[in-house]
């Protein structure tokens, strides 16, 4: 049997569904249940949550990642708040403004090498407490794993939550890859997250092996107090919520999230070891999760992606982004870097 | 073989996937493609609305009815415009805010009895043109079927259409249940929407047999120029595109969607005859869709849901709404009318 | 001396300022002091305000009645609110959707024949509480003295501030003519407002005597906890803020609100006295404060806008409105009457 | 006579009122005008304003500062565009926010030392036009005399809107200080606004010597087809319009705004040339109109600022503005040199 779409090295988006989920779909799909949430999928899928992040932990199920952001900084702000975050965070770059425009605030992004942020860049902008004129820091928000790659210890989180706490800020985390940041610091989920002083949290499906979905997840009800009101206003509430539901669930029993998210790691770190001495080539992060940040001679770029697309990172300094998946392989890896090597020799 | 989740009437939401798209959707999962709507099954379920609606009909896939007509309003309207729709409107009541929230604009309601709206209603409304101290009526947002299970005959639309056309205004359809106007009508579906001069319309998917998804159509690309932001920055982008794109190409495909909506139109006057010589009930609306709206003693009514769920629409007036579905068999049929008039019996 | 623009009968803000308010403004022309409101006479203008409302009352000075509401009711809602009002309430009709852009929140109109709203027609829209479905009430809004000229007694405010409290919602009040309605009610400003359980009041200062400047007054300093940001972000900030506060400090010093409000109702009675015979005339609404509103033949109505100008309220029905003013003589009554009666003949 | 209130350099927003502007607004002050601007003074100050800029000008009046930016910005974006502007802006530093509220665009700030941005710097925020995922920029906004004390020649505006339009922008002028800068330049205002390419200016009076009040120019009527339901919503329309708009005719009347603009310009000049060769204090930018930006010994500033308060620009580096006005005096200059050099010397 052929594949009719072949595998790449363009996006964890790109992938399809892993099949243990798809089979979970499957076994969803008889009969009625009430919409909206309030079925048994939905209540097993928060049961499942809770017993990783705590009883206390509200659940809110969205459809991608934009929502999932975009109605965490909704909960914890107000039109004149600022939000802190890195230049490269995707609520900064890749949601083309929604967040200025679901919560009126401003973004204040602070520059990066790796994609992490520092107690130290953030403390200067707390001169605008208190004065009207300016818009009043609310929420540090940080990316796990990061747009870049990077995966922030436990300990660097708690550094920013603390901080946030002692100035009377909130701590998001767009967790998009957050199984990815898990697997590759060999940590529960909790212990990078709620342990260590997050607040909200966007809890990523979508890019671990789902069909589409991801969740909201509170660990302080009170501000969750509006987020149903917060989430059907902002078009995220699905009808037949079944089908998130049972992904979460089938994502989250017997460790499936862990395993896709090792399974990709591993894959990037094998993408890595093939590529890293051949000339021409430069990594230039850390390959801590699924994802390799590479310059190539400028001229090689556009062959490459003829043959197996992927996007170019900065255009300017020829890096570009090759990302494994849950379902790529040791043979999708083997052929991509012999054409790498046959590019880059006929360069 | 017993079904764990019974069918009910509550609502069209309620029932899941047809087998159809689900087998499109399991085949859709295999290799990579490029996500976002840049992928070959996209490309395929536009082109089969285009074969329905025209090759102009521009196509923006969603995921739910609140996210499309969000993004439609959206298009048509700048803040200070005033959106002009029936009470009932799912806009107005079922929306939670979000029409005014996303385009910030004004909403003008109109009483109905039937859920449709009349030129003659509208006109007192222009006076507001021209003076900054009013909202400025630019859209009239129609639902068809209505959200009393009507449906507007094409000439009613045109009137409405050529009034707004007249007027400097645009129209908008909200048709979460479009394909069910068009069965019961006996038309096509561009008869009643592009051919008779609607602008805008939501195309519903999810309650006619889909998992989820529905898609925006602008007959006018002018209109569409702005929608890939507005839908990015709207929340409703999604990533792994290919599965929505799939189960509109299987609704599309050999008229499932006229099957799906016949067969649910066709169950409501089932139970519309069995039940409406029944003592005790009467049928308020005319029955032209998959919806029955009825008056029944209010102490029967919430005996009868706790066999049977199904929400009360009029809770002064001892109104209920039944919905049959894609999936709705006579048996359900029987075995409801049977609980009714145990129930009624026993009032 | 012959005065350049004559004195008519079309708003209370086409006239221009008292002389005593001009004076202070004058006055207060010398030296610099801290812009944003950090000033004496900003100190002392509150004080004023606190004296009459009680001491907890947060002041803020804005531009105009817009800029009131709007930072009211920013305060008390979130988007997913509703706020209730008057179909005929300015927020609804003459501020072209500046409530639903400022706030993101759905306006609920109630029909009304005097401008006044009543607890039985609110009541049936708290069924909307707690469903995510449904815009959530959370505000009522009503006008003191309403936009038809007639006033609220204090028992029927406090039992809509009750109603209110009673079911976790805020009242809010705009007093763009709450002078008006003290003096004509013989109350003071406190036992219509603040004593009868009203929350955030805004106060008018144009219509009243004043070039420019409303204030919104908050009574539990917890819900003004945001409003110097609110105020701020919604560009009604005045840098020059003394001479705002002056003008405040100034109508508020020896009760030249109430002579200015008592004034202008008089004439308005007064001019009612004269006309109510007058055959072709008919008063449509009590003339409680300053404003009248006429029926009047059709064809007079042009010619009678000609020699004098005011509005058409009403088209469809031929009334129109008449509003006298502070500095309305008796003269300007005598020479109006006489034009009426003199178009009415040539009728 | 006594000044109750001391001059000081703290702000040019600190000064009152220029006596000749205060005559205009007596004389404005009697009978009846129809509100919100359709009134004798205000055609005549519009026809000033057209006088200057070009007769296709379209000219509206509001309250503030933030209120021009505001609704300028809103007539040239949609919710998903970027507006590019310097990190020292006005409008990203001190409008708390409004601009995102108010537009629901993101906002891409460029470093600067002397608050001017460069085309070089803006060249590569285009990498996002047409992509989706990233806010369109659409706008480039500068202010021109900048929050630095500098101002942008004639050319290098130019520069700016040129590559603007090339690249399908338009170019905003934030003019608060736009009299200052003129006379600094000794051109006209149409020099170095609509000449050389400016689309909406913030036309600012209030610094300049008025009560309050700004104006919005517009250089191409179709980009203000929308201004005033733009201006209504935005709660910046002024009922008692004549008082706004006299006092720009009165601005516009014989040089007034290039009198005052210059002797304040002066004034800065007379101040820099007093204290810049006194040990201890560095000019940090070049004073080319009414502000001075001085680097003082740290634990001088508090002491000087409790004889004579100004604000501190920048606490990390020691850096502190003071500005002059239409009204400071050789004698404020002399008096505020010697405290000076008295809290120098006791340093």
């Not at 790796?114 to 407490?129: C, M, S, T, W, Y």
């Not at 890859?177 to 940590?187: D, E, F, K, W």
């Not at 300094?317 to 590019?343: C, G, H, P, Y």
């Amino acid at each position: 049997m052929t594949t009719k779409f072949k595998r790449g090295f363009a996006s964890d988006n790109n992938s399809g569904v892993h099949p243990t989920i798809m089979q979970a779909i499957l076994k969803a799909n008889e009969g009625h249940v009430v919409a909206y949430g309030d079925d048994p999928y939905t209540k097993s899928a928060v049961a499942k949550f809770k017993e990783i992040f705590g009883p206390e932990t509200q659940v809110y199920f969205v459809y991608n990642g934009t929502g999932a952001n975009v109605l965490g900084l909704q909960a914890m702000t107000k039109p004149f708040n600022a939000i802190i975050c890195a230049q490269t965070a995707h609520i900064n770059e890749d949601e083309c403004g929604a967040p200025e425009k679901h919560t009126g605030c401003k973004l204040l992004t602070l520059p990066t090498e790796d994609g992490k942020i520092r107690v130290e860049q953030i403390r200067p902008l707390l001169h605008a407490k208190g004065n009207e004129h300016h818009a009043q820091p609310r929420v540090i928000s940080i990316t796990q794993a990061t747009e870049l790659g990077t995966v922030y210890g436990p300990d660097e989180i708690e550094a920013i939550t603390r901080f946030a706490h002692d100035n009377g800020m909130l701590v998001h985390m767009d967790g998009a890859r957050i199984s990815n940041a898990a697997a590759s610091l060999g940590t529960g989920l909790r212990e990078i997250t709620r342990d260590v002083g997050v607040d909200v949290l966007s809890f990523g499906g979508t890019k671990n092996g789902m069909m589409f979905g991801e969740a909201v997840l509170v660990f302080d009800p009170e501000l969750a107090r509006d987020l149903k009101y917060i989430r059907k206003q902002s078009t995220q509430l699905a009808s037949k919520m079944r089908f998130i539901a049972v992904q979460f669930e089938s994502l989250l029993t017997d460790n499936l999230w862990l395993e896709n998210a090792t399974h990709a790691n591993r894959m990037a770190r094998l993408l890595e070891k093939k590529v890293r001495d051949i000339p021409g080539v430069e990594i230039t992060q850390d390959v801590e999760i699924n994802a390799l940040f590479v310059r190539l001679p400028k001229e090689v770029i556009p062959r490459l992606q003829e043959e197996s697309f992927f996007y170019v990172w900065d255009d300017q300094n020829s890096i570009v982004r090759w990302m494994t998946s849950f379902d790529t392989t040791e043979e999708d890896i083997e052929a991509f870097v012999n054409l790498l090597r046959k590019q880059l020799a006929s360069g």
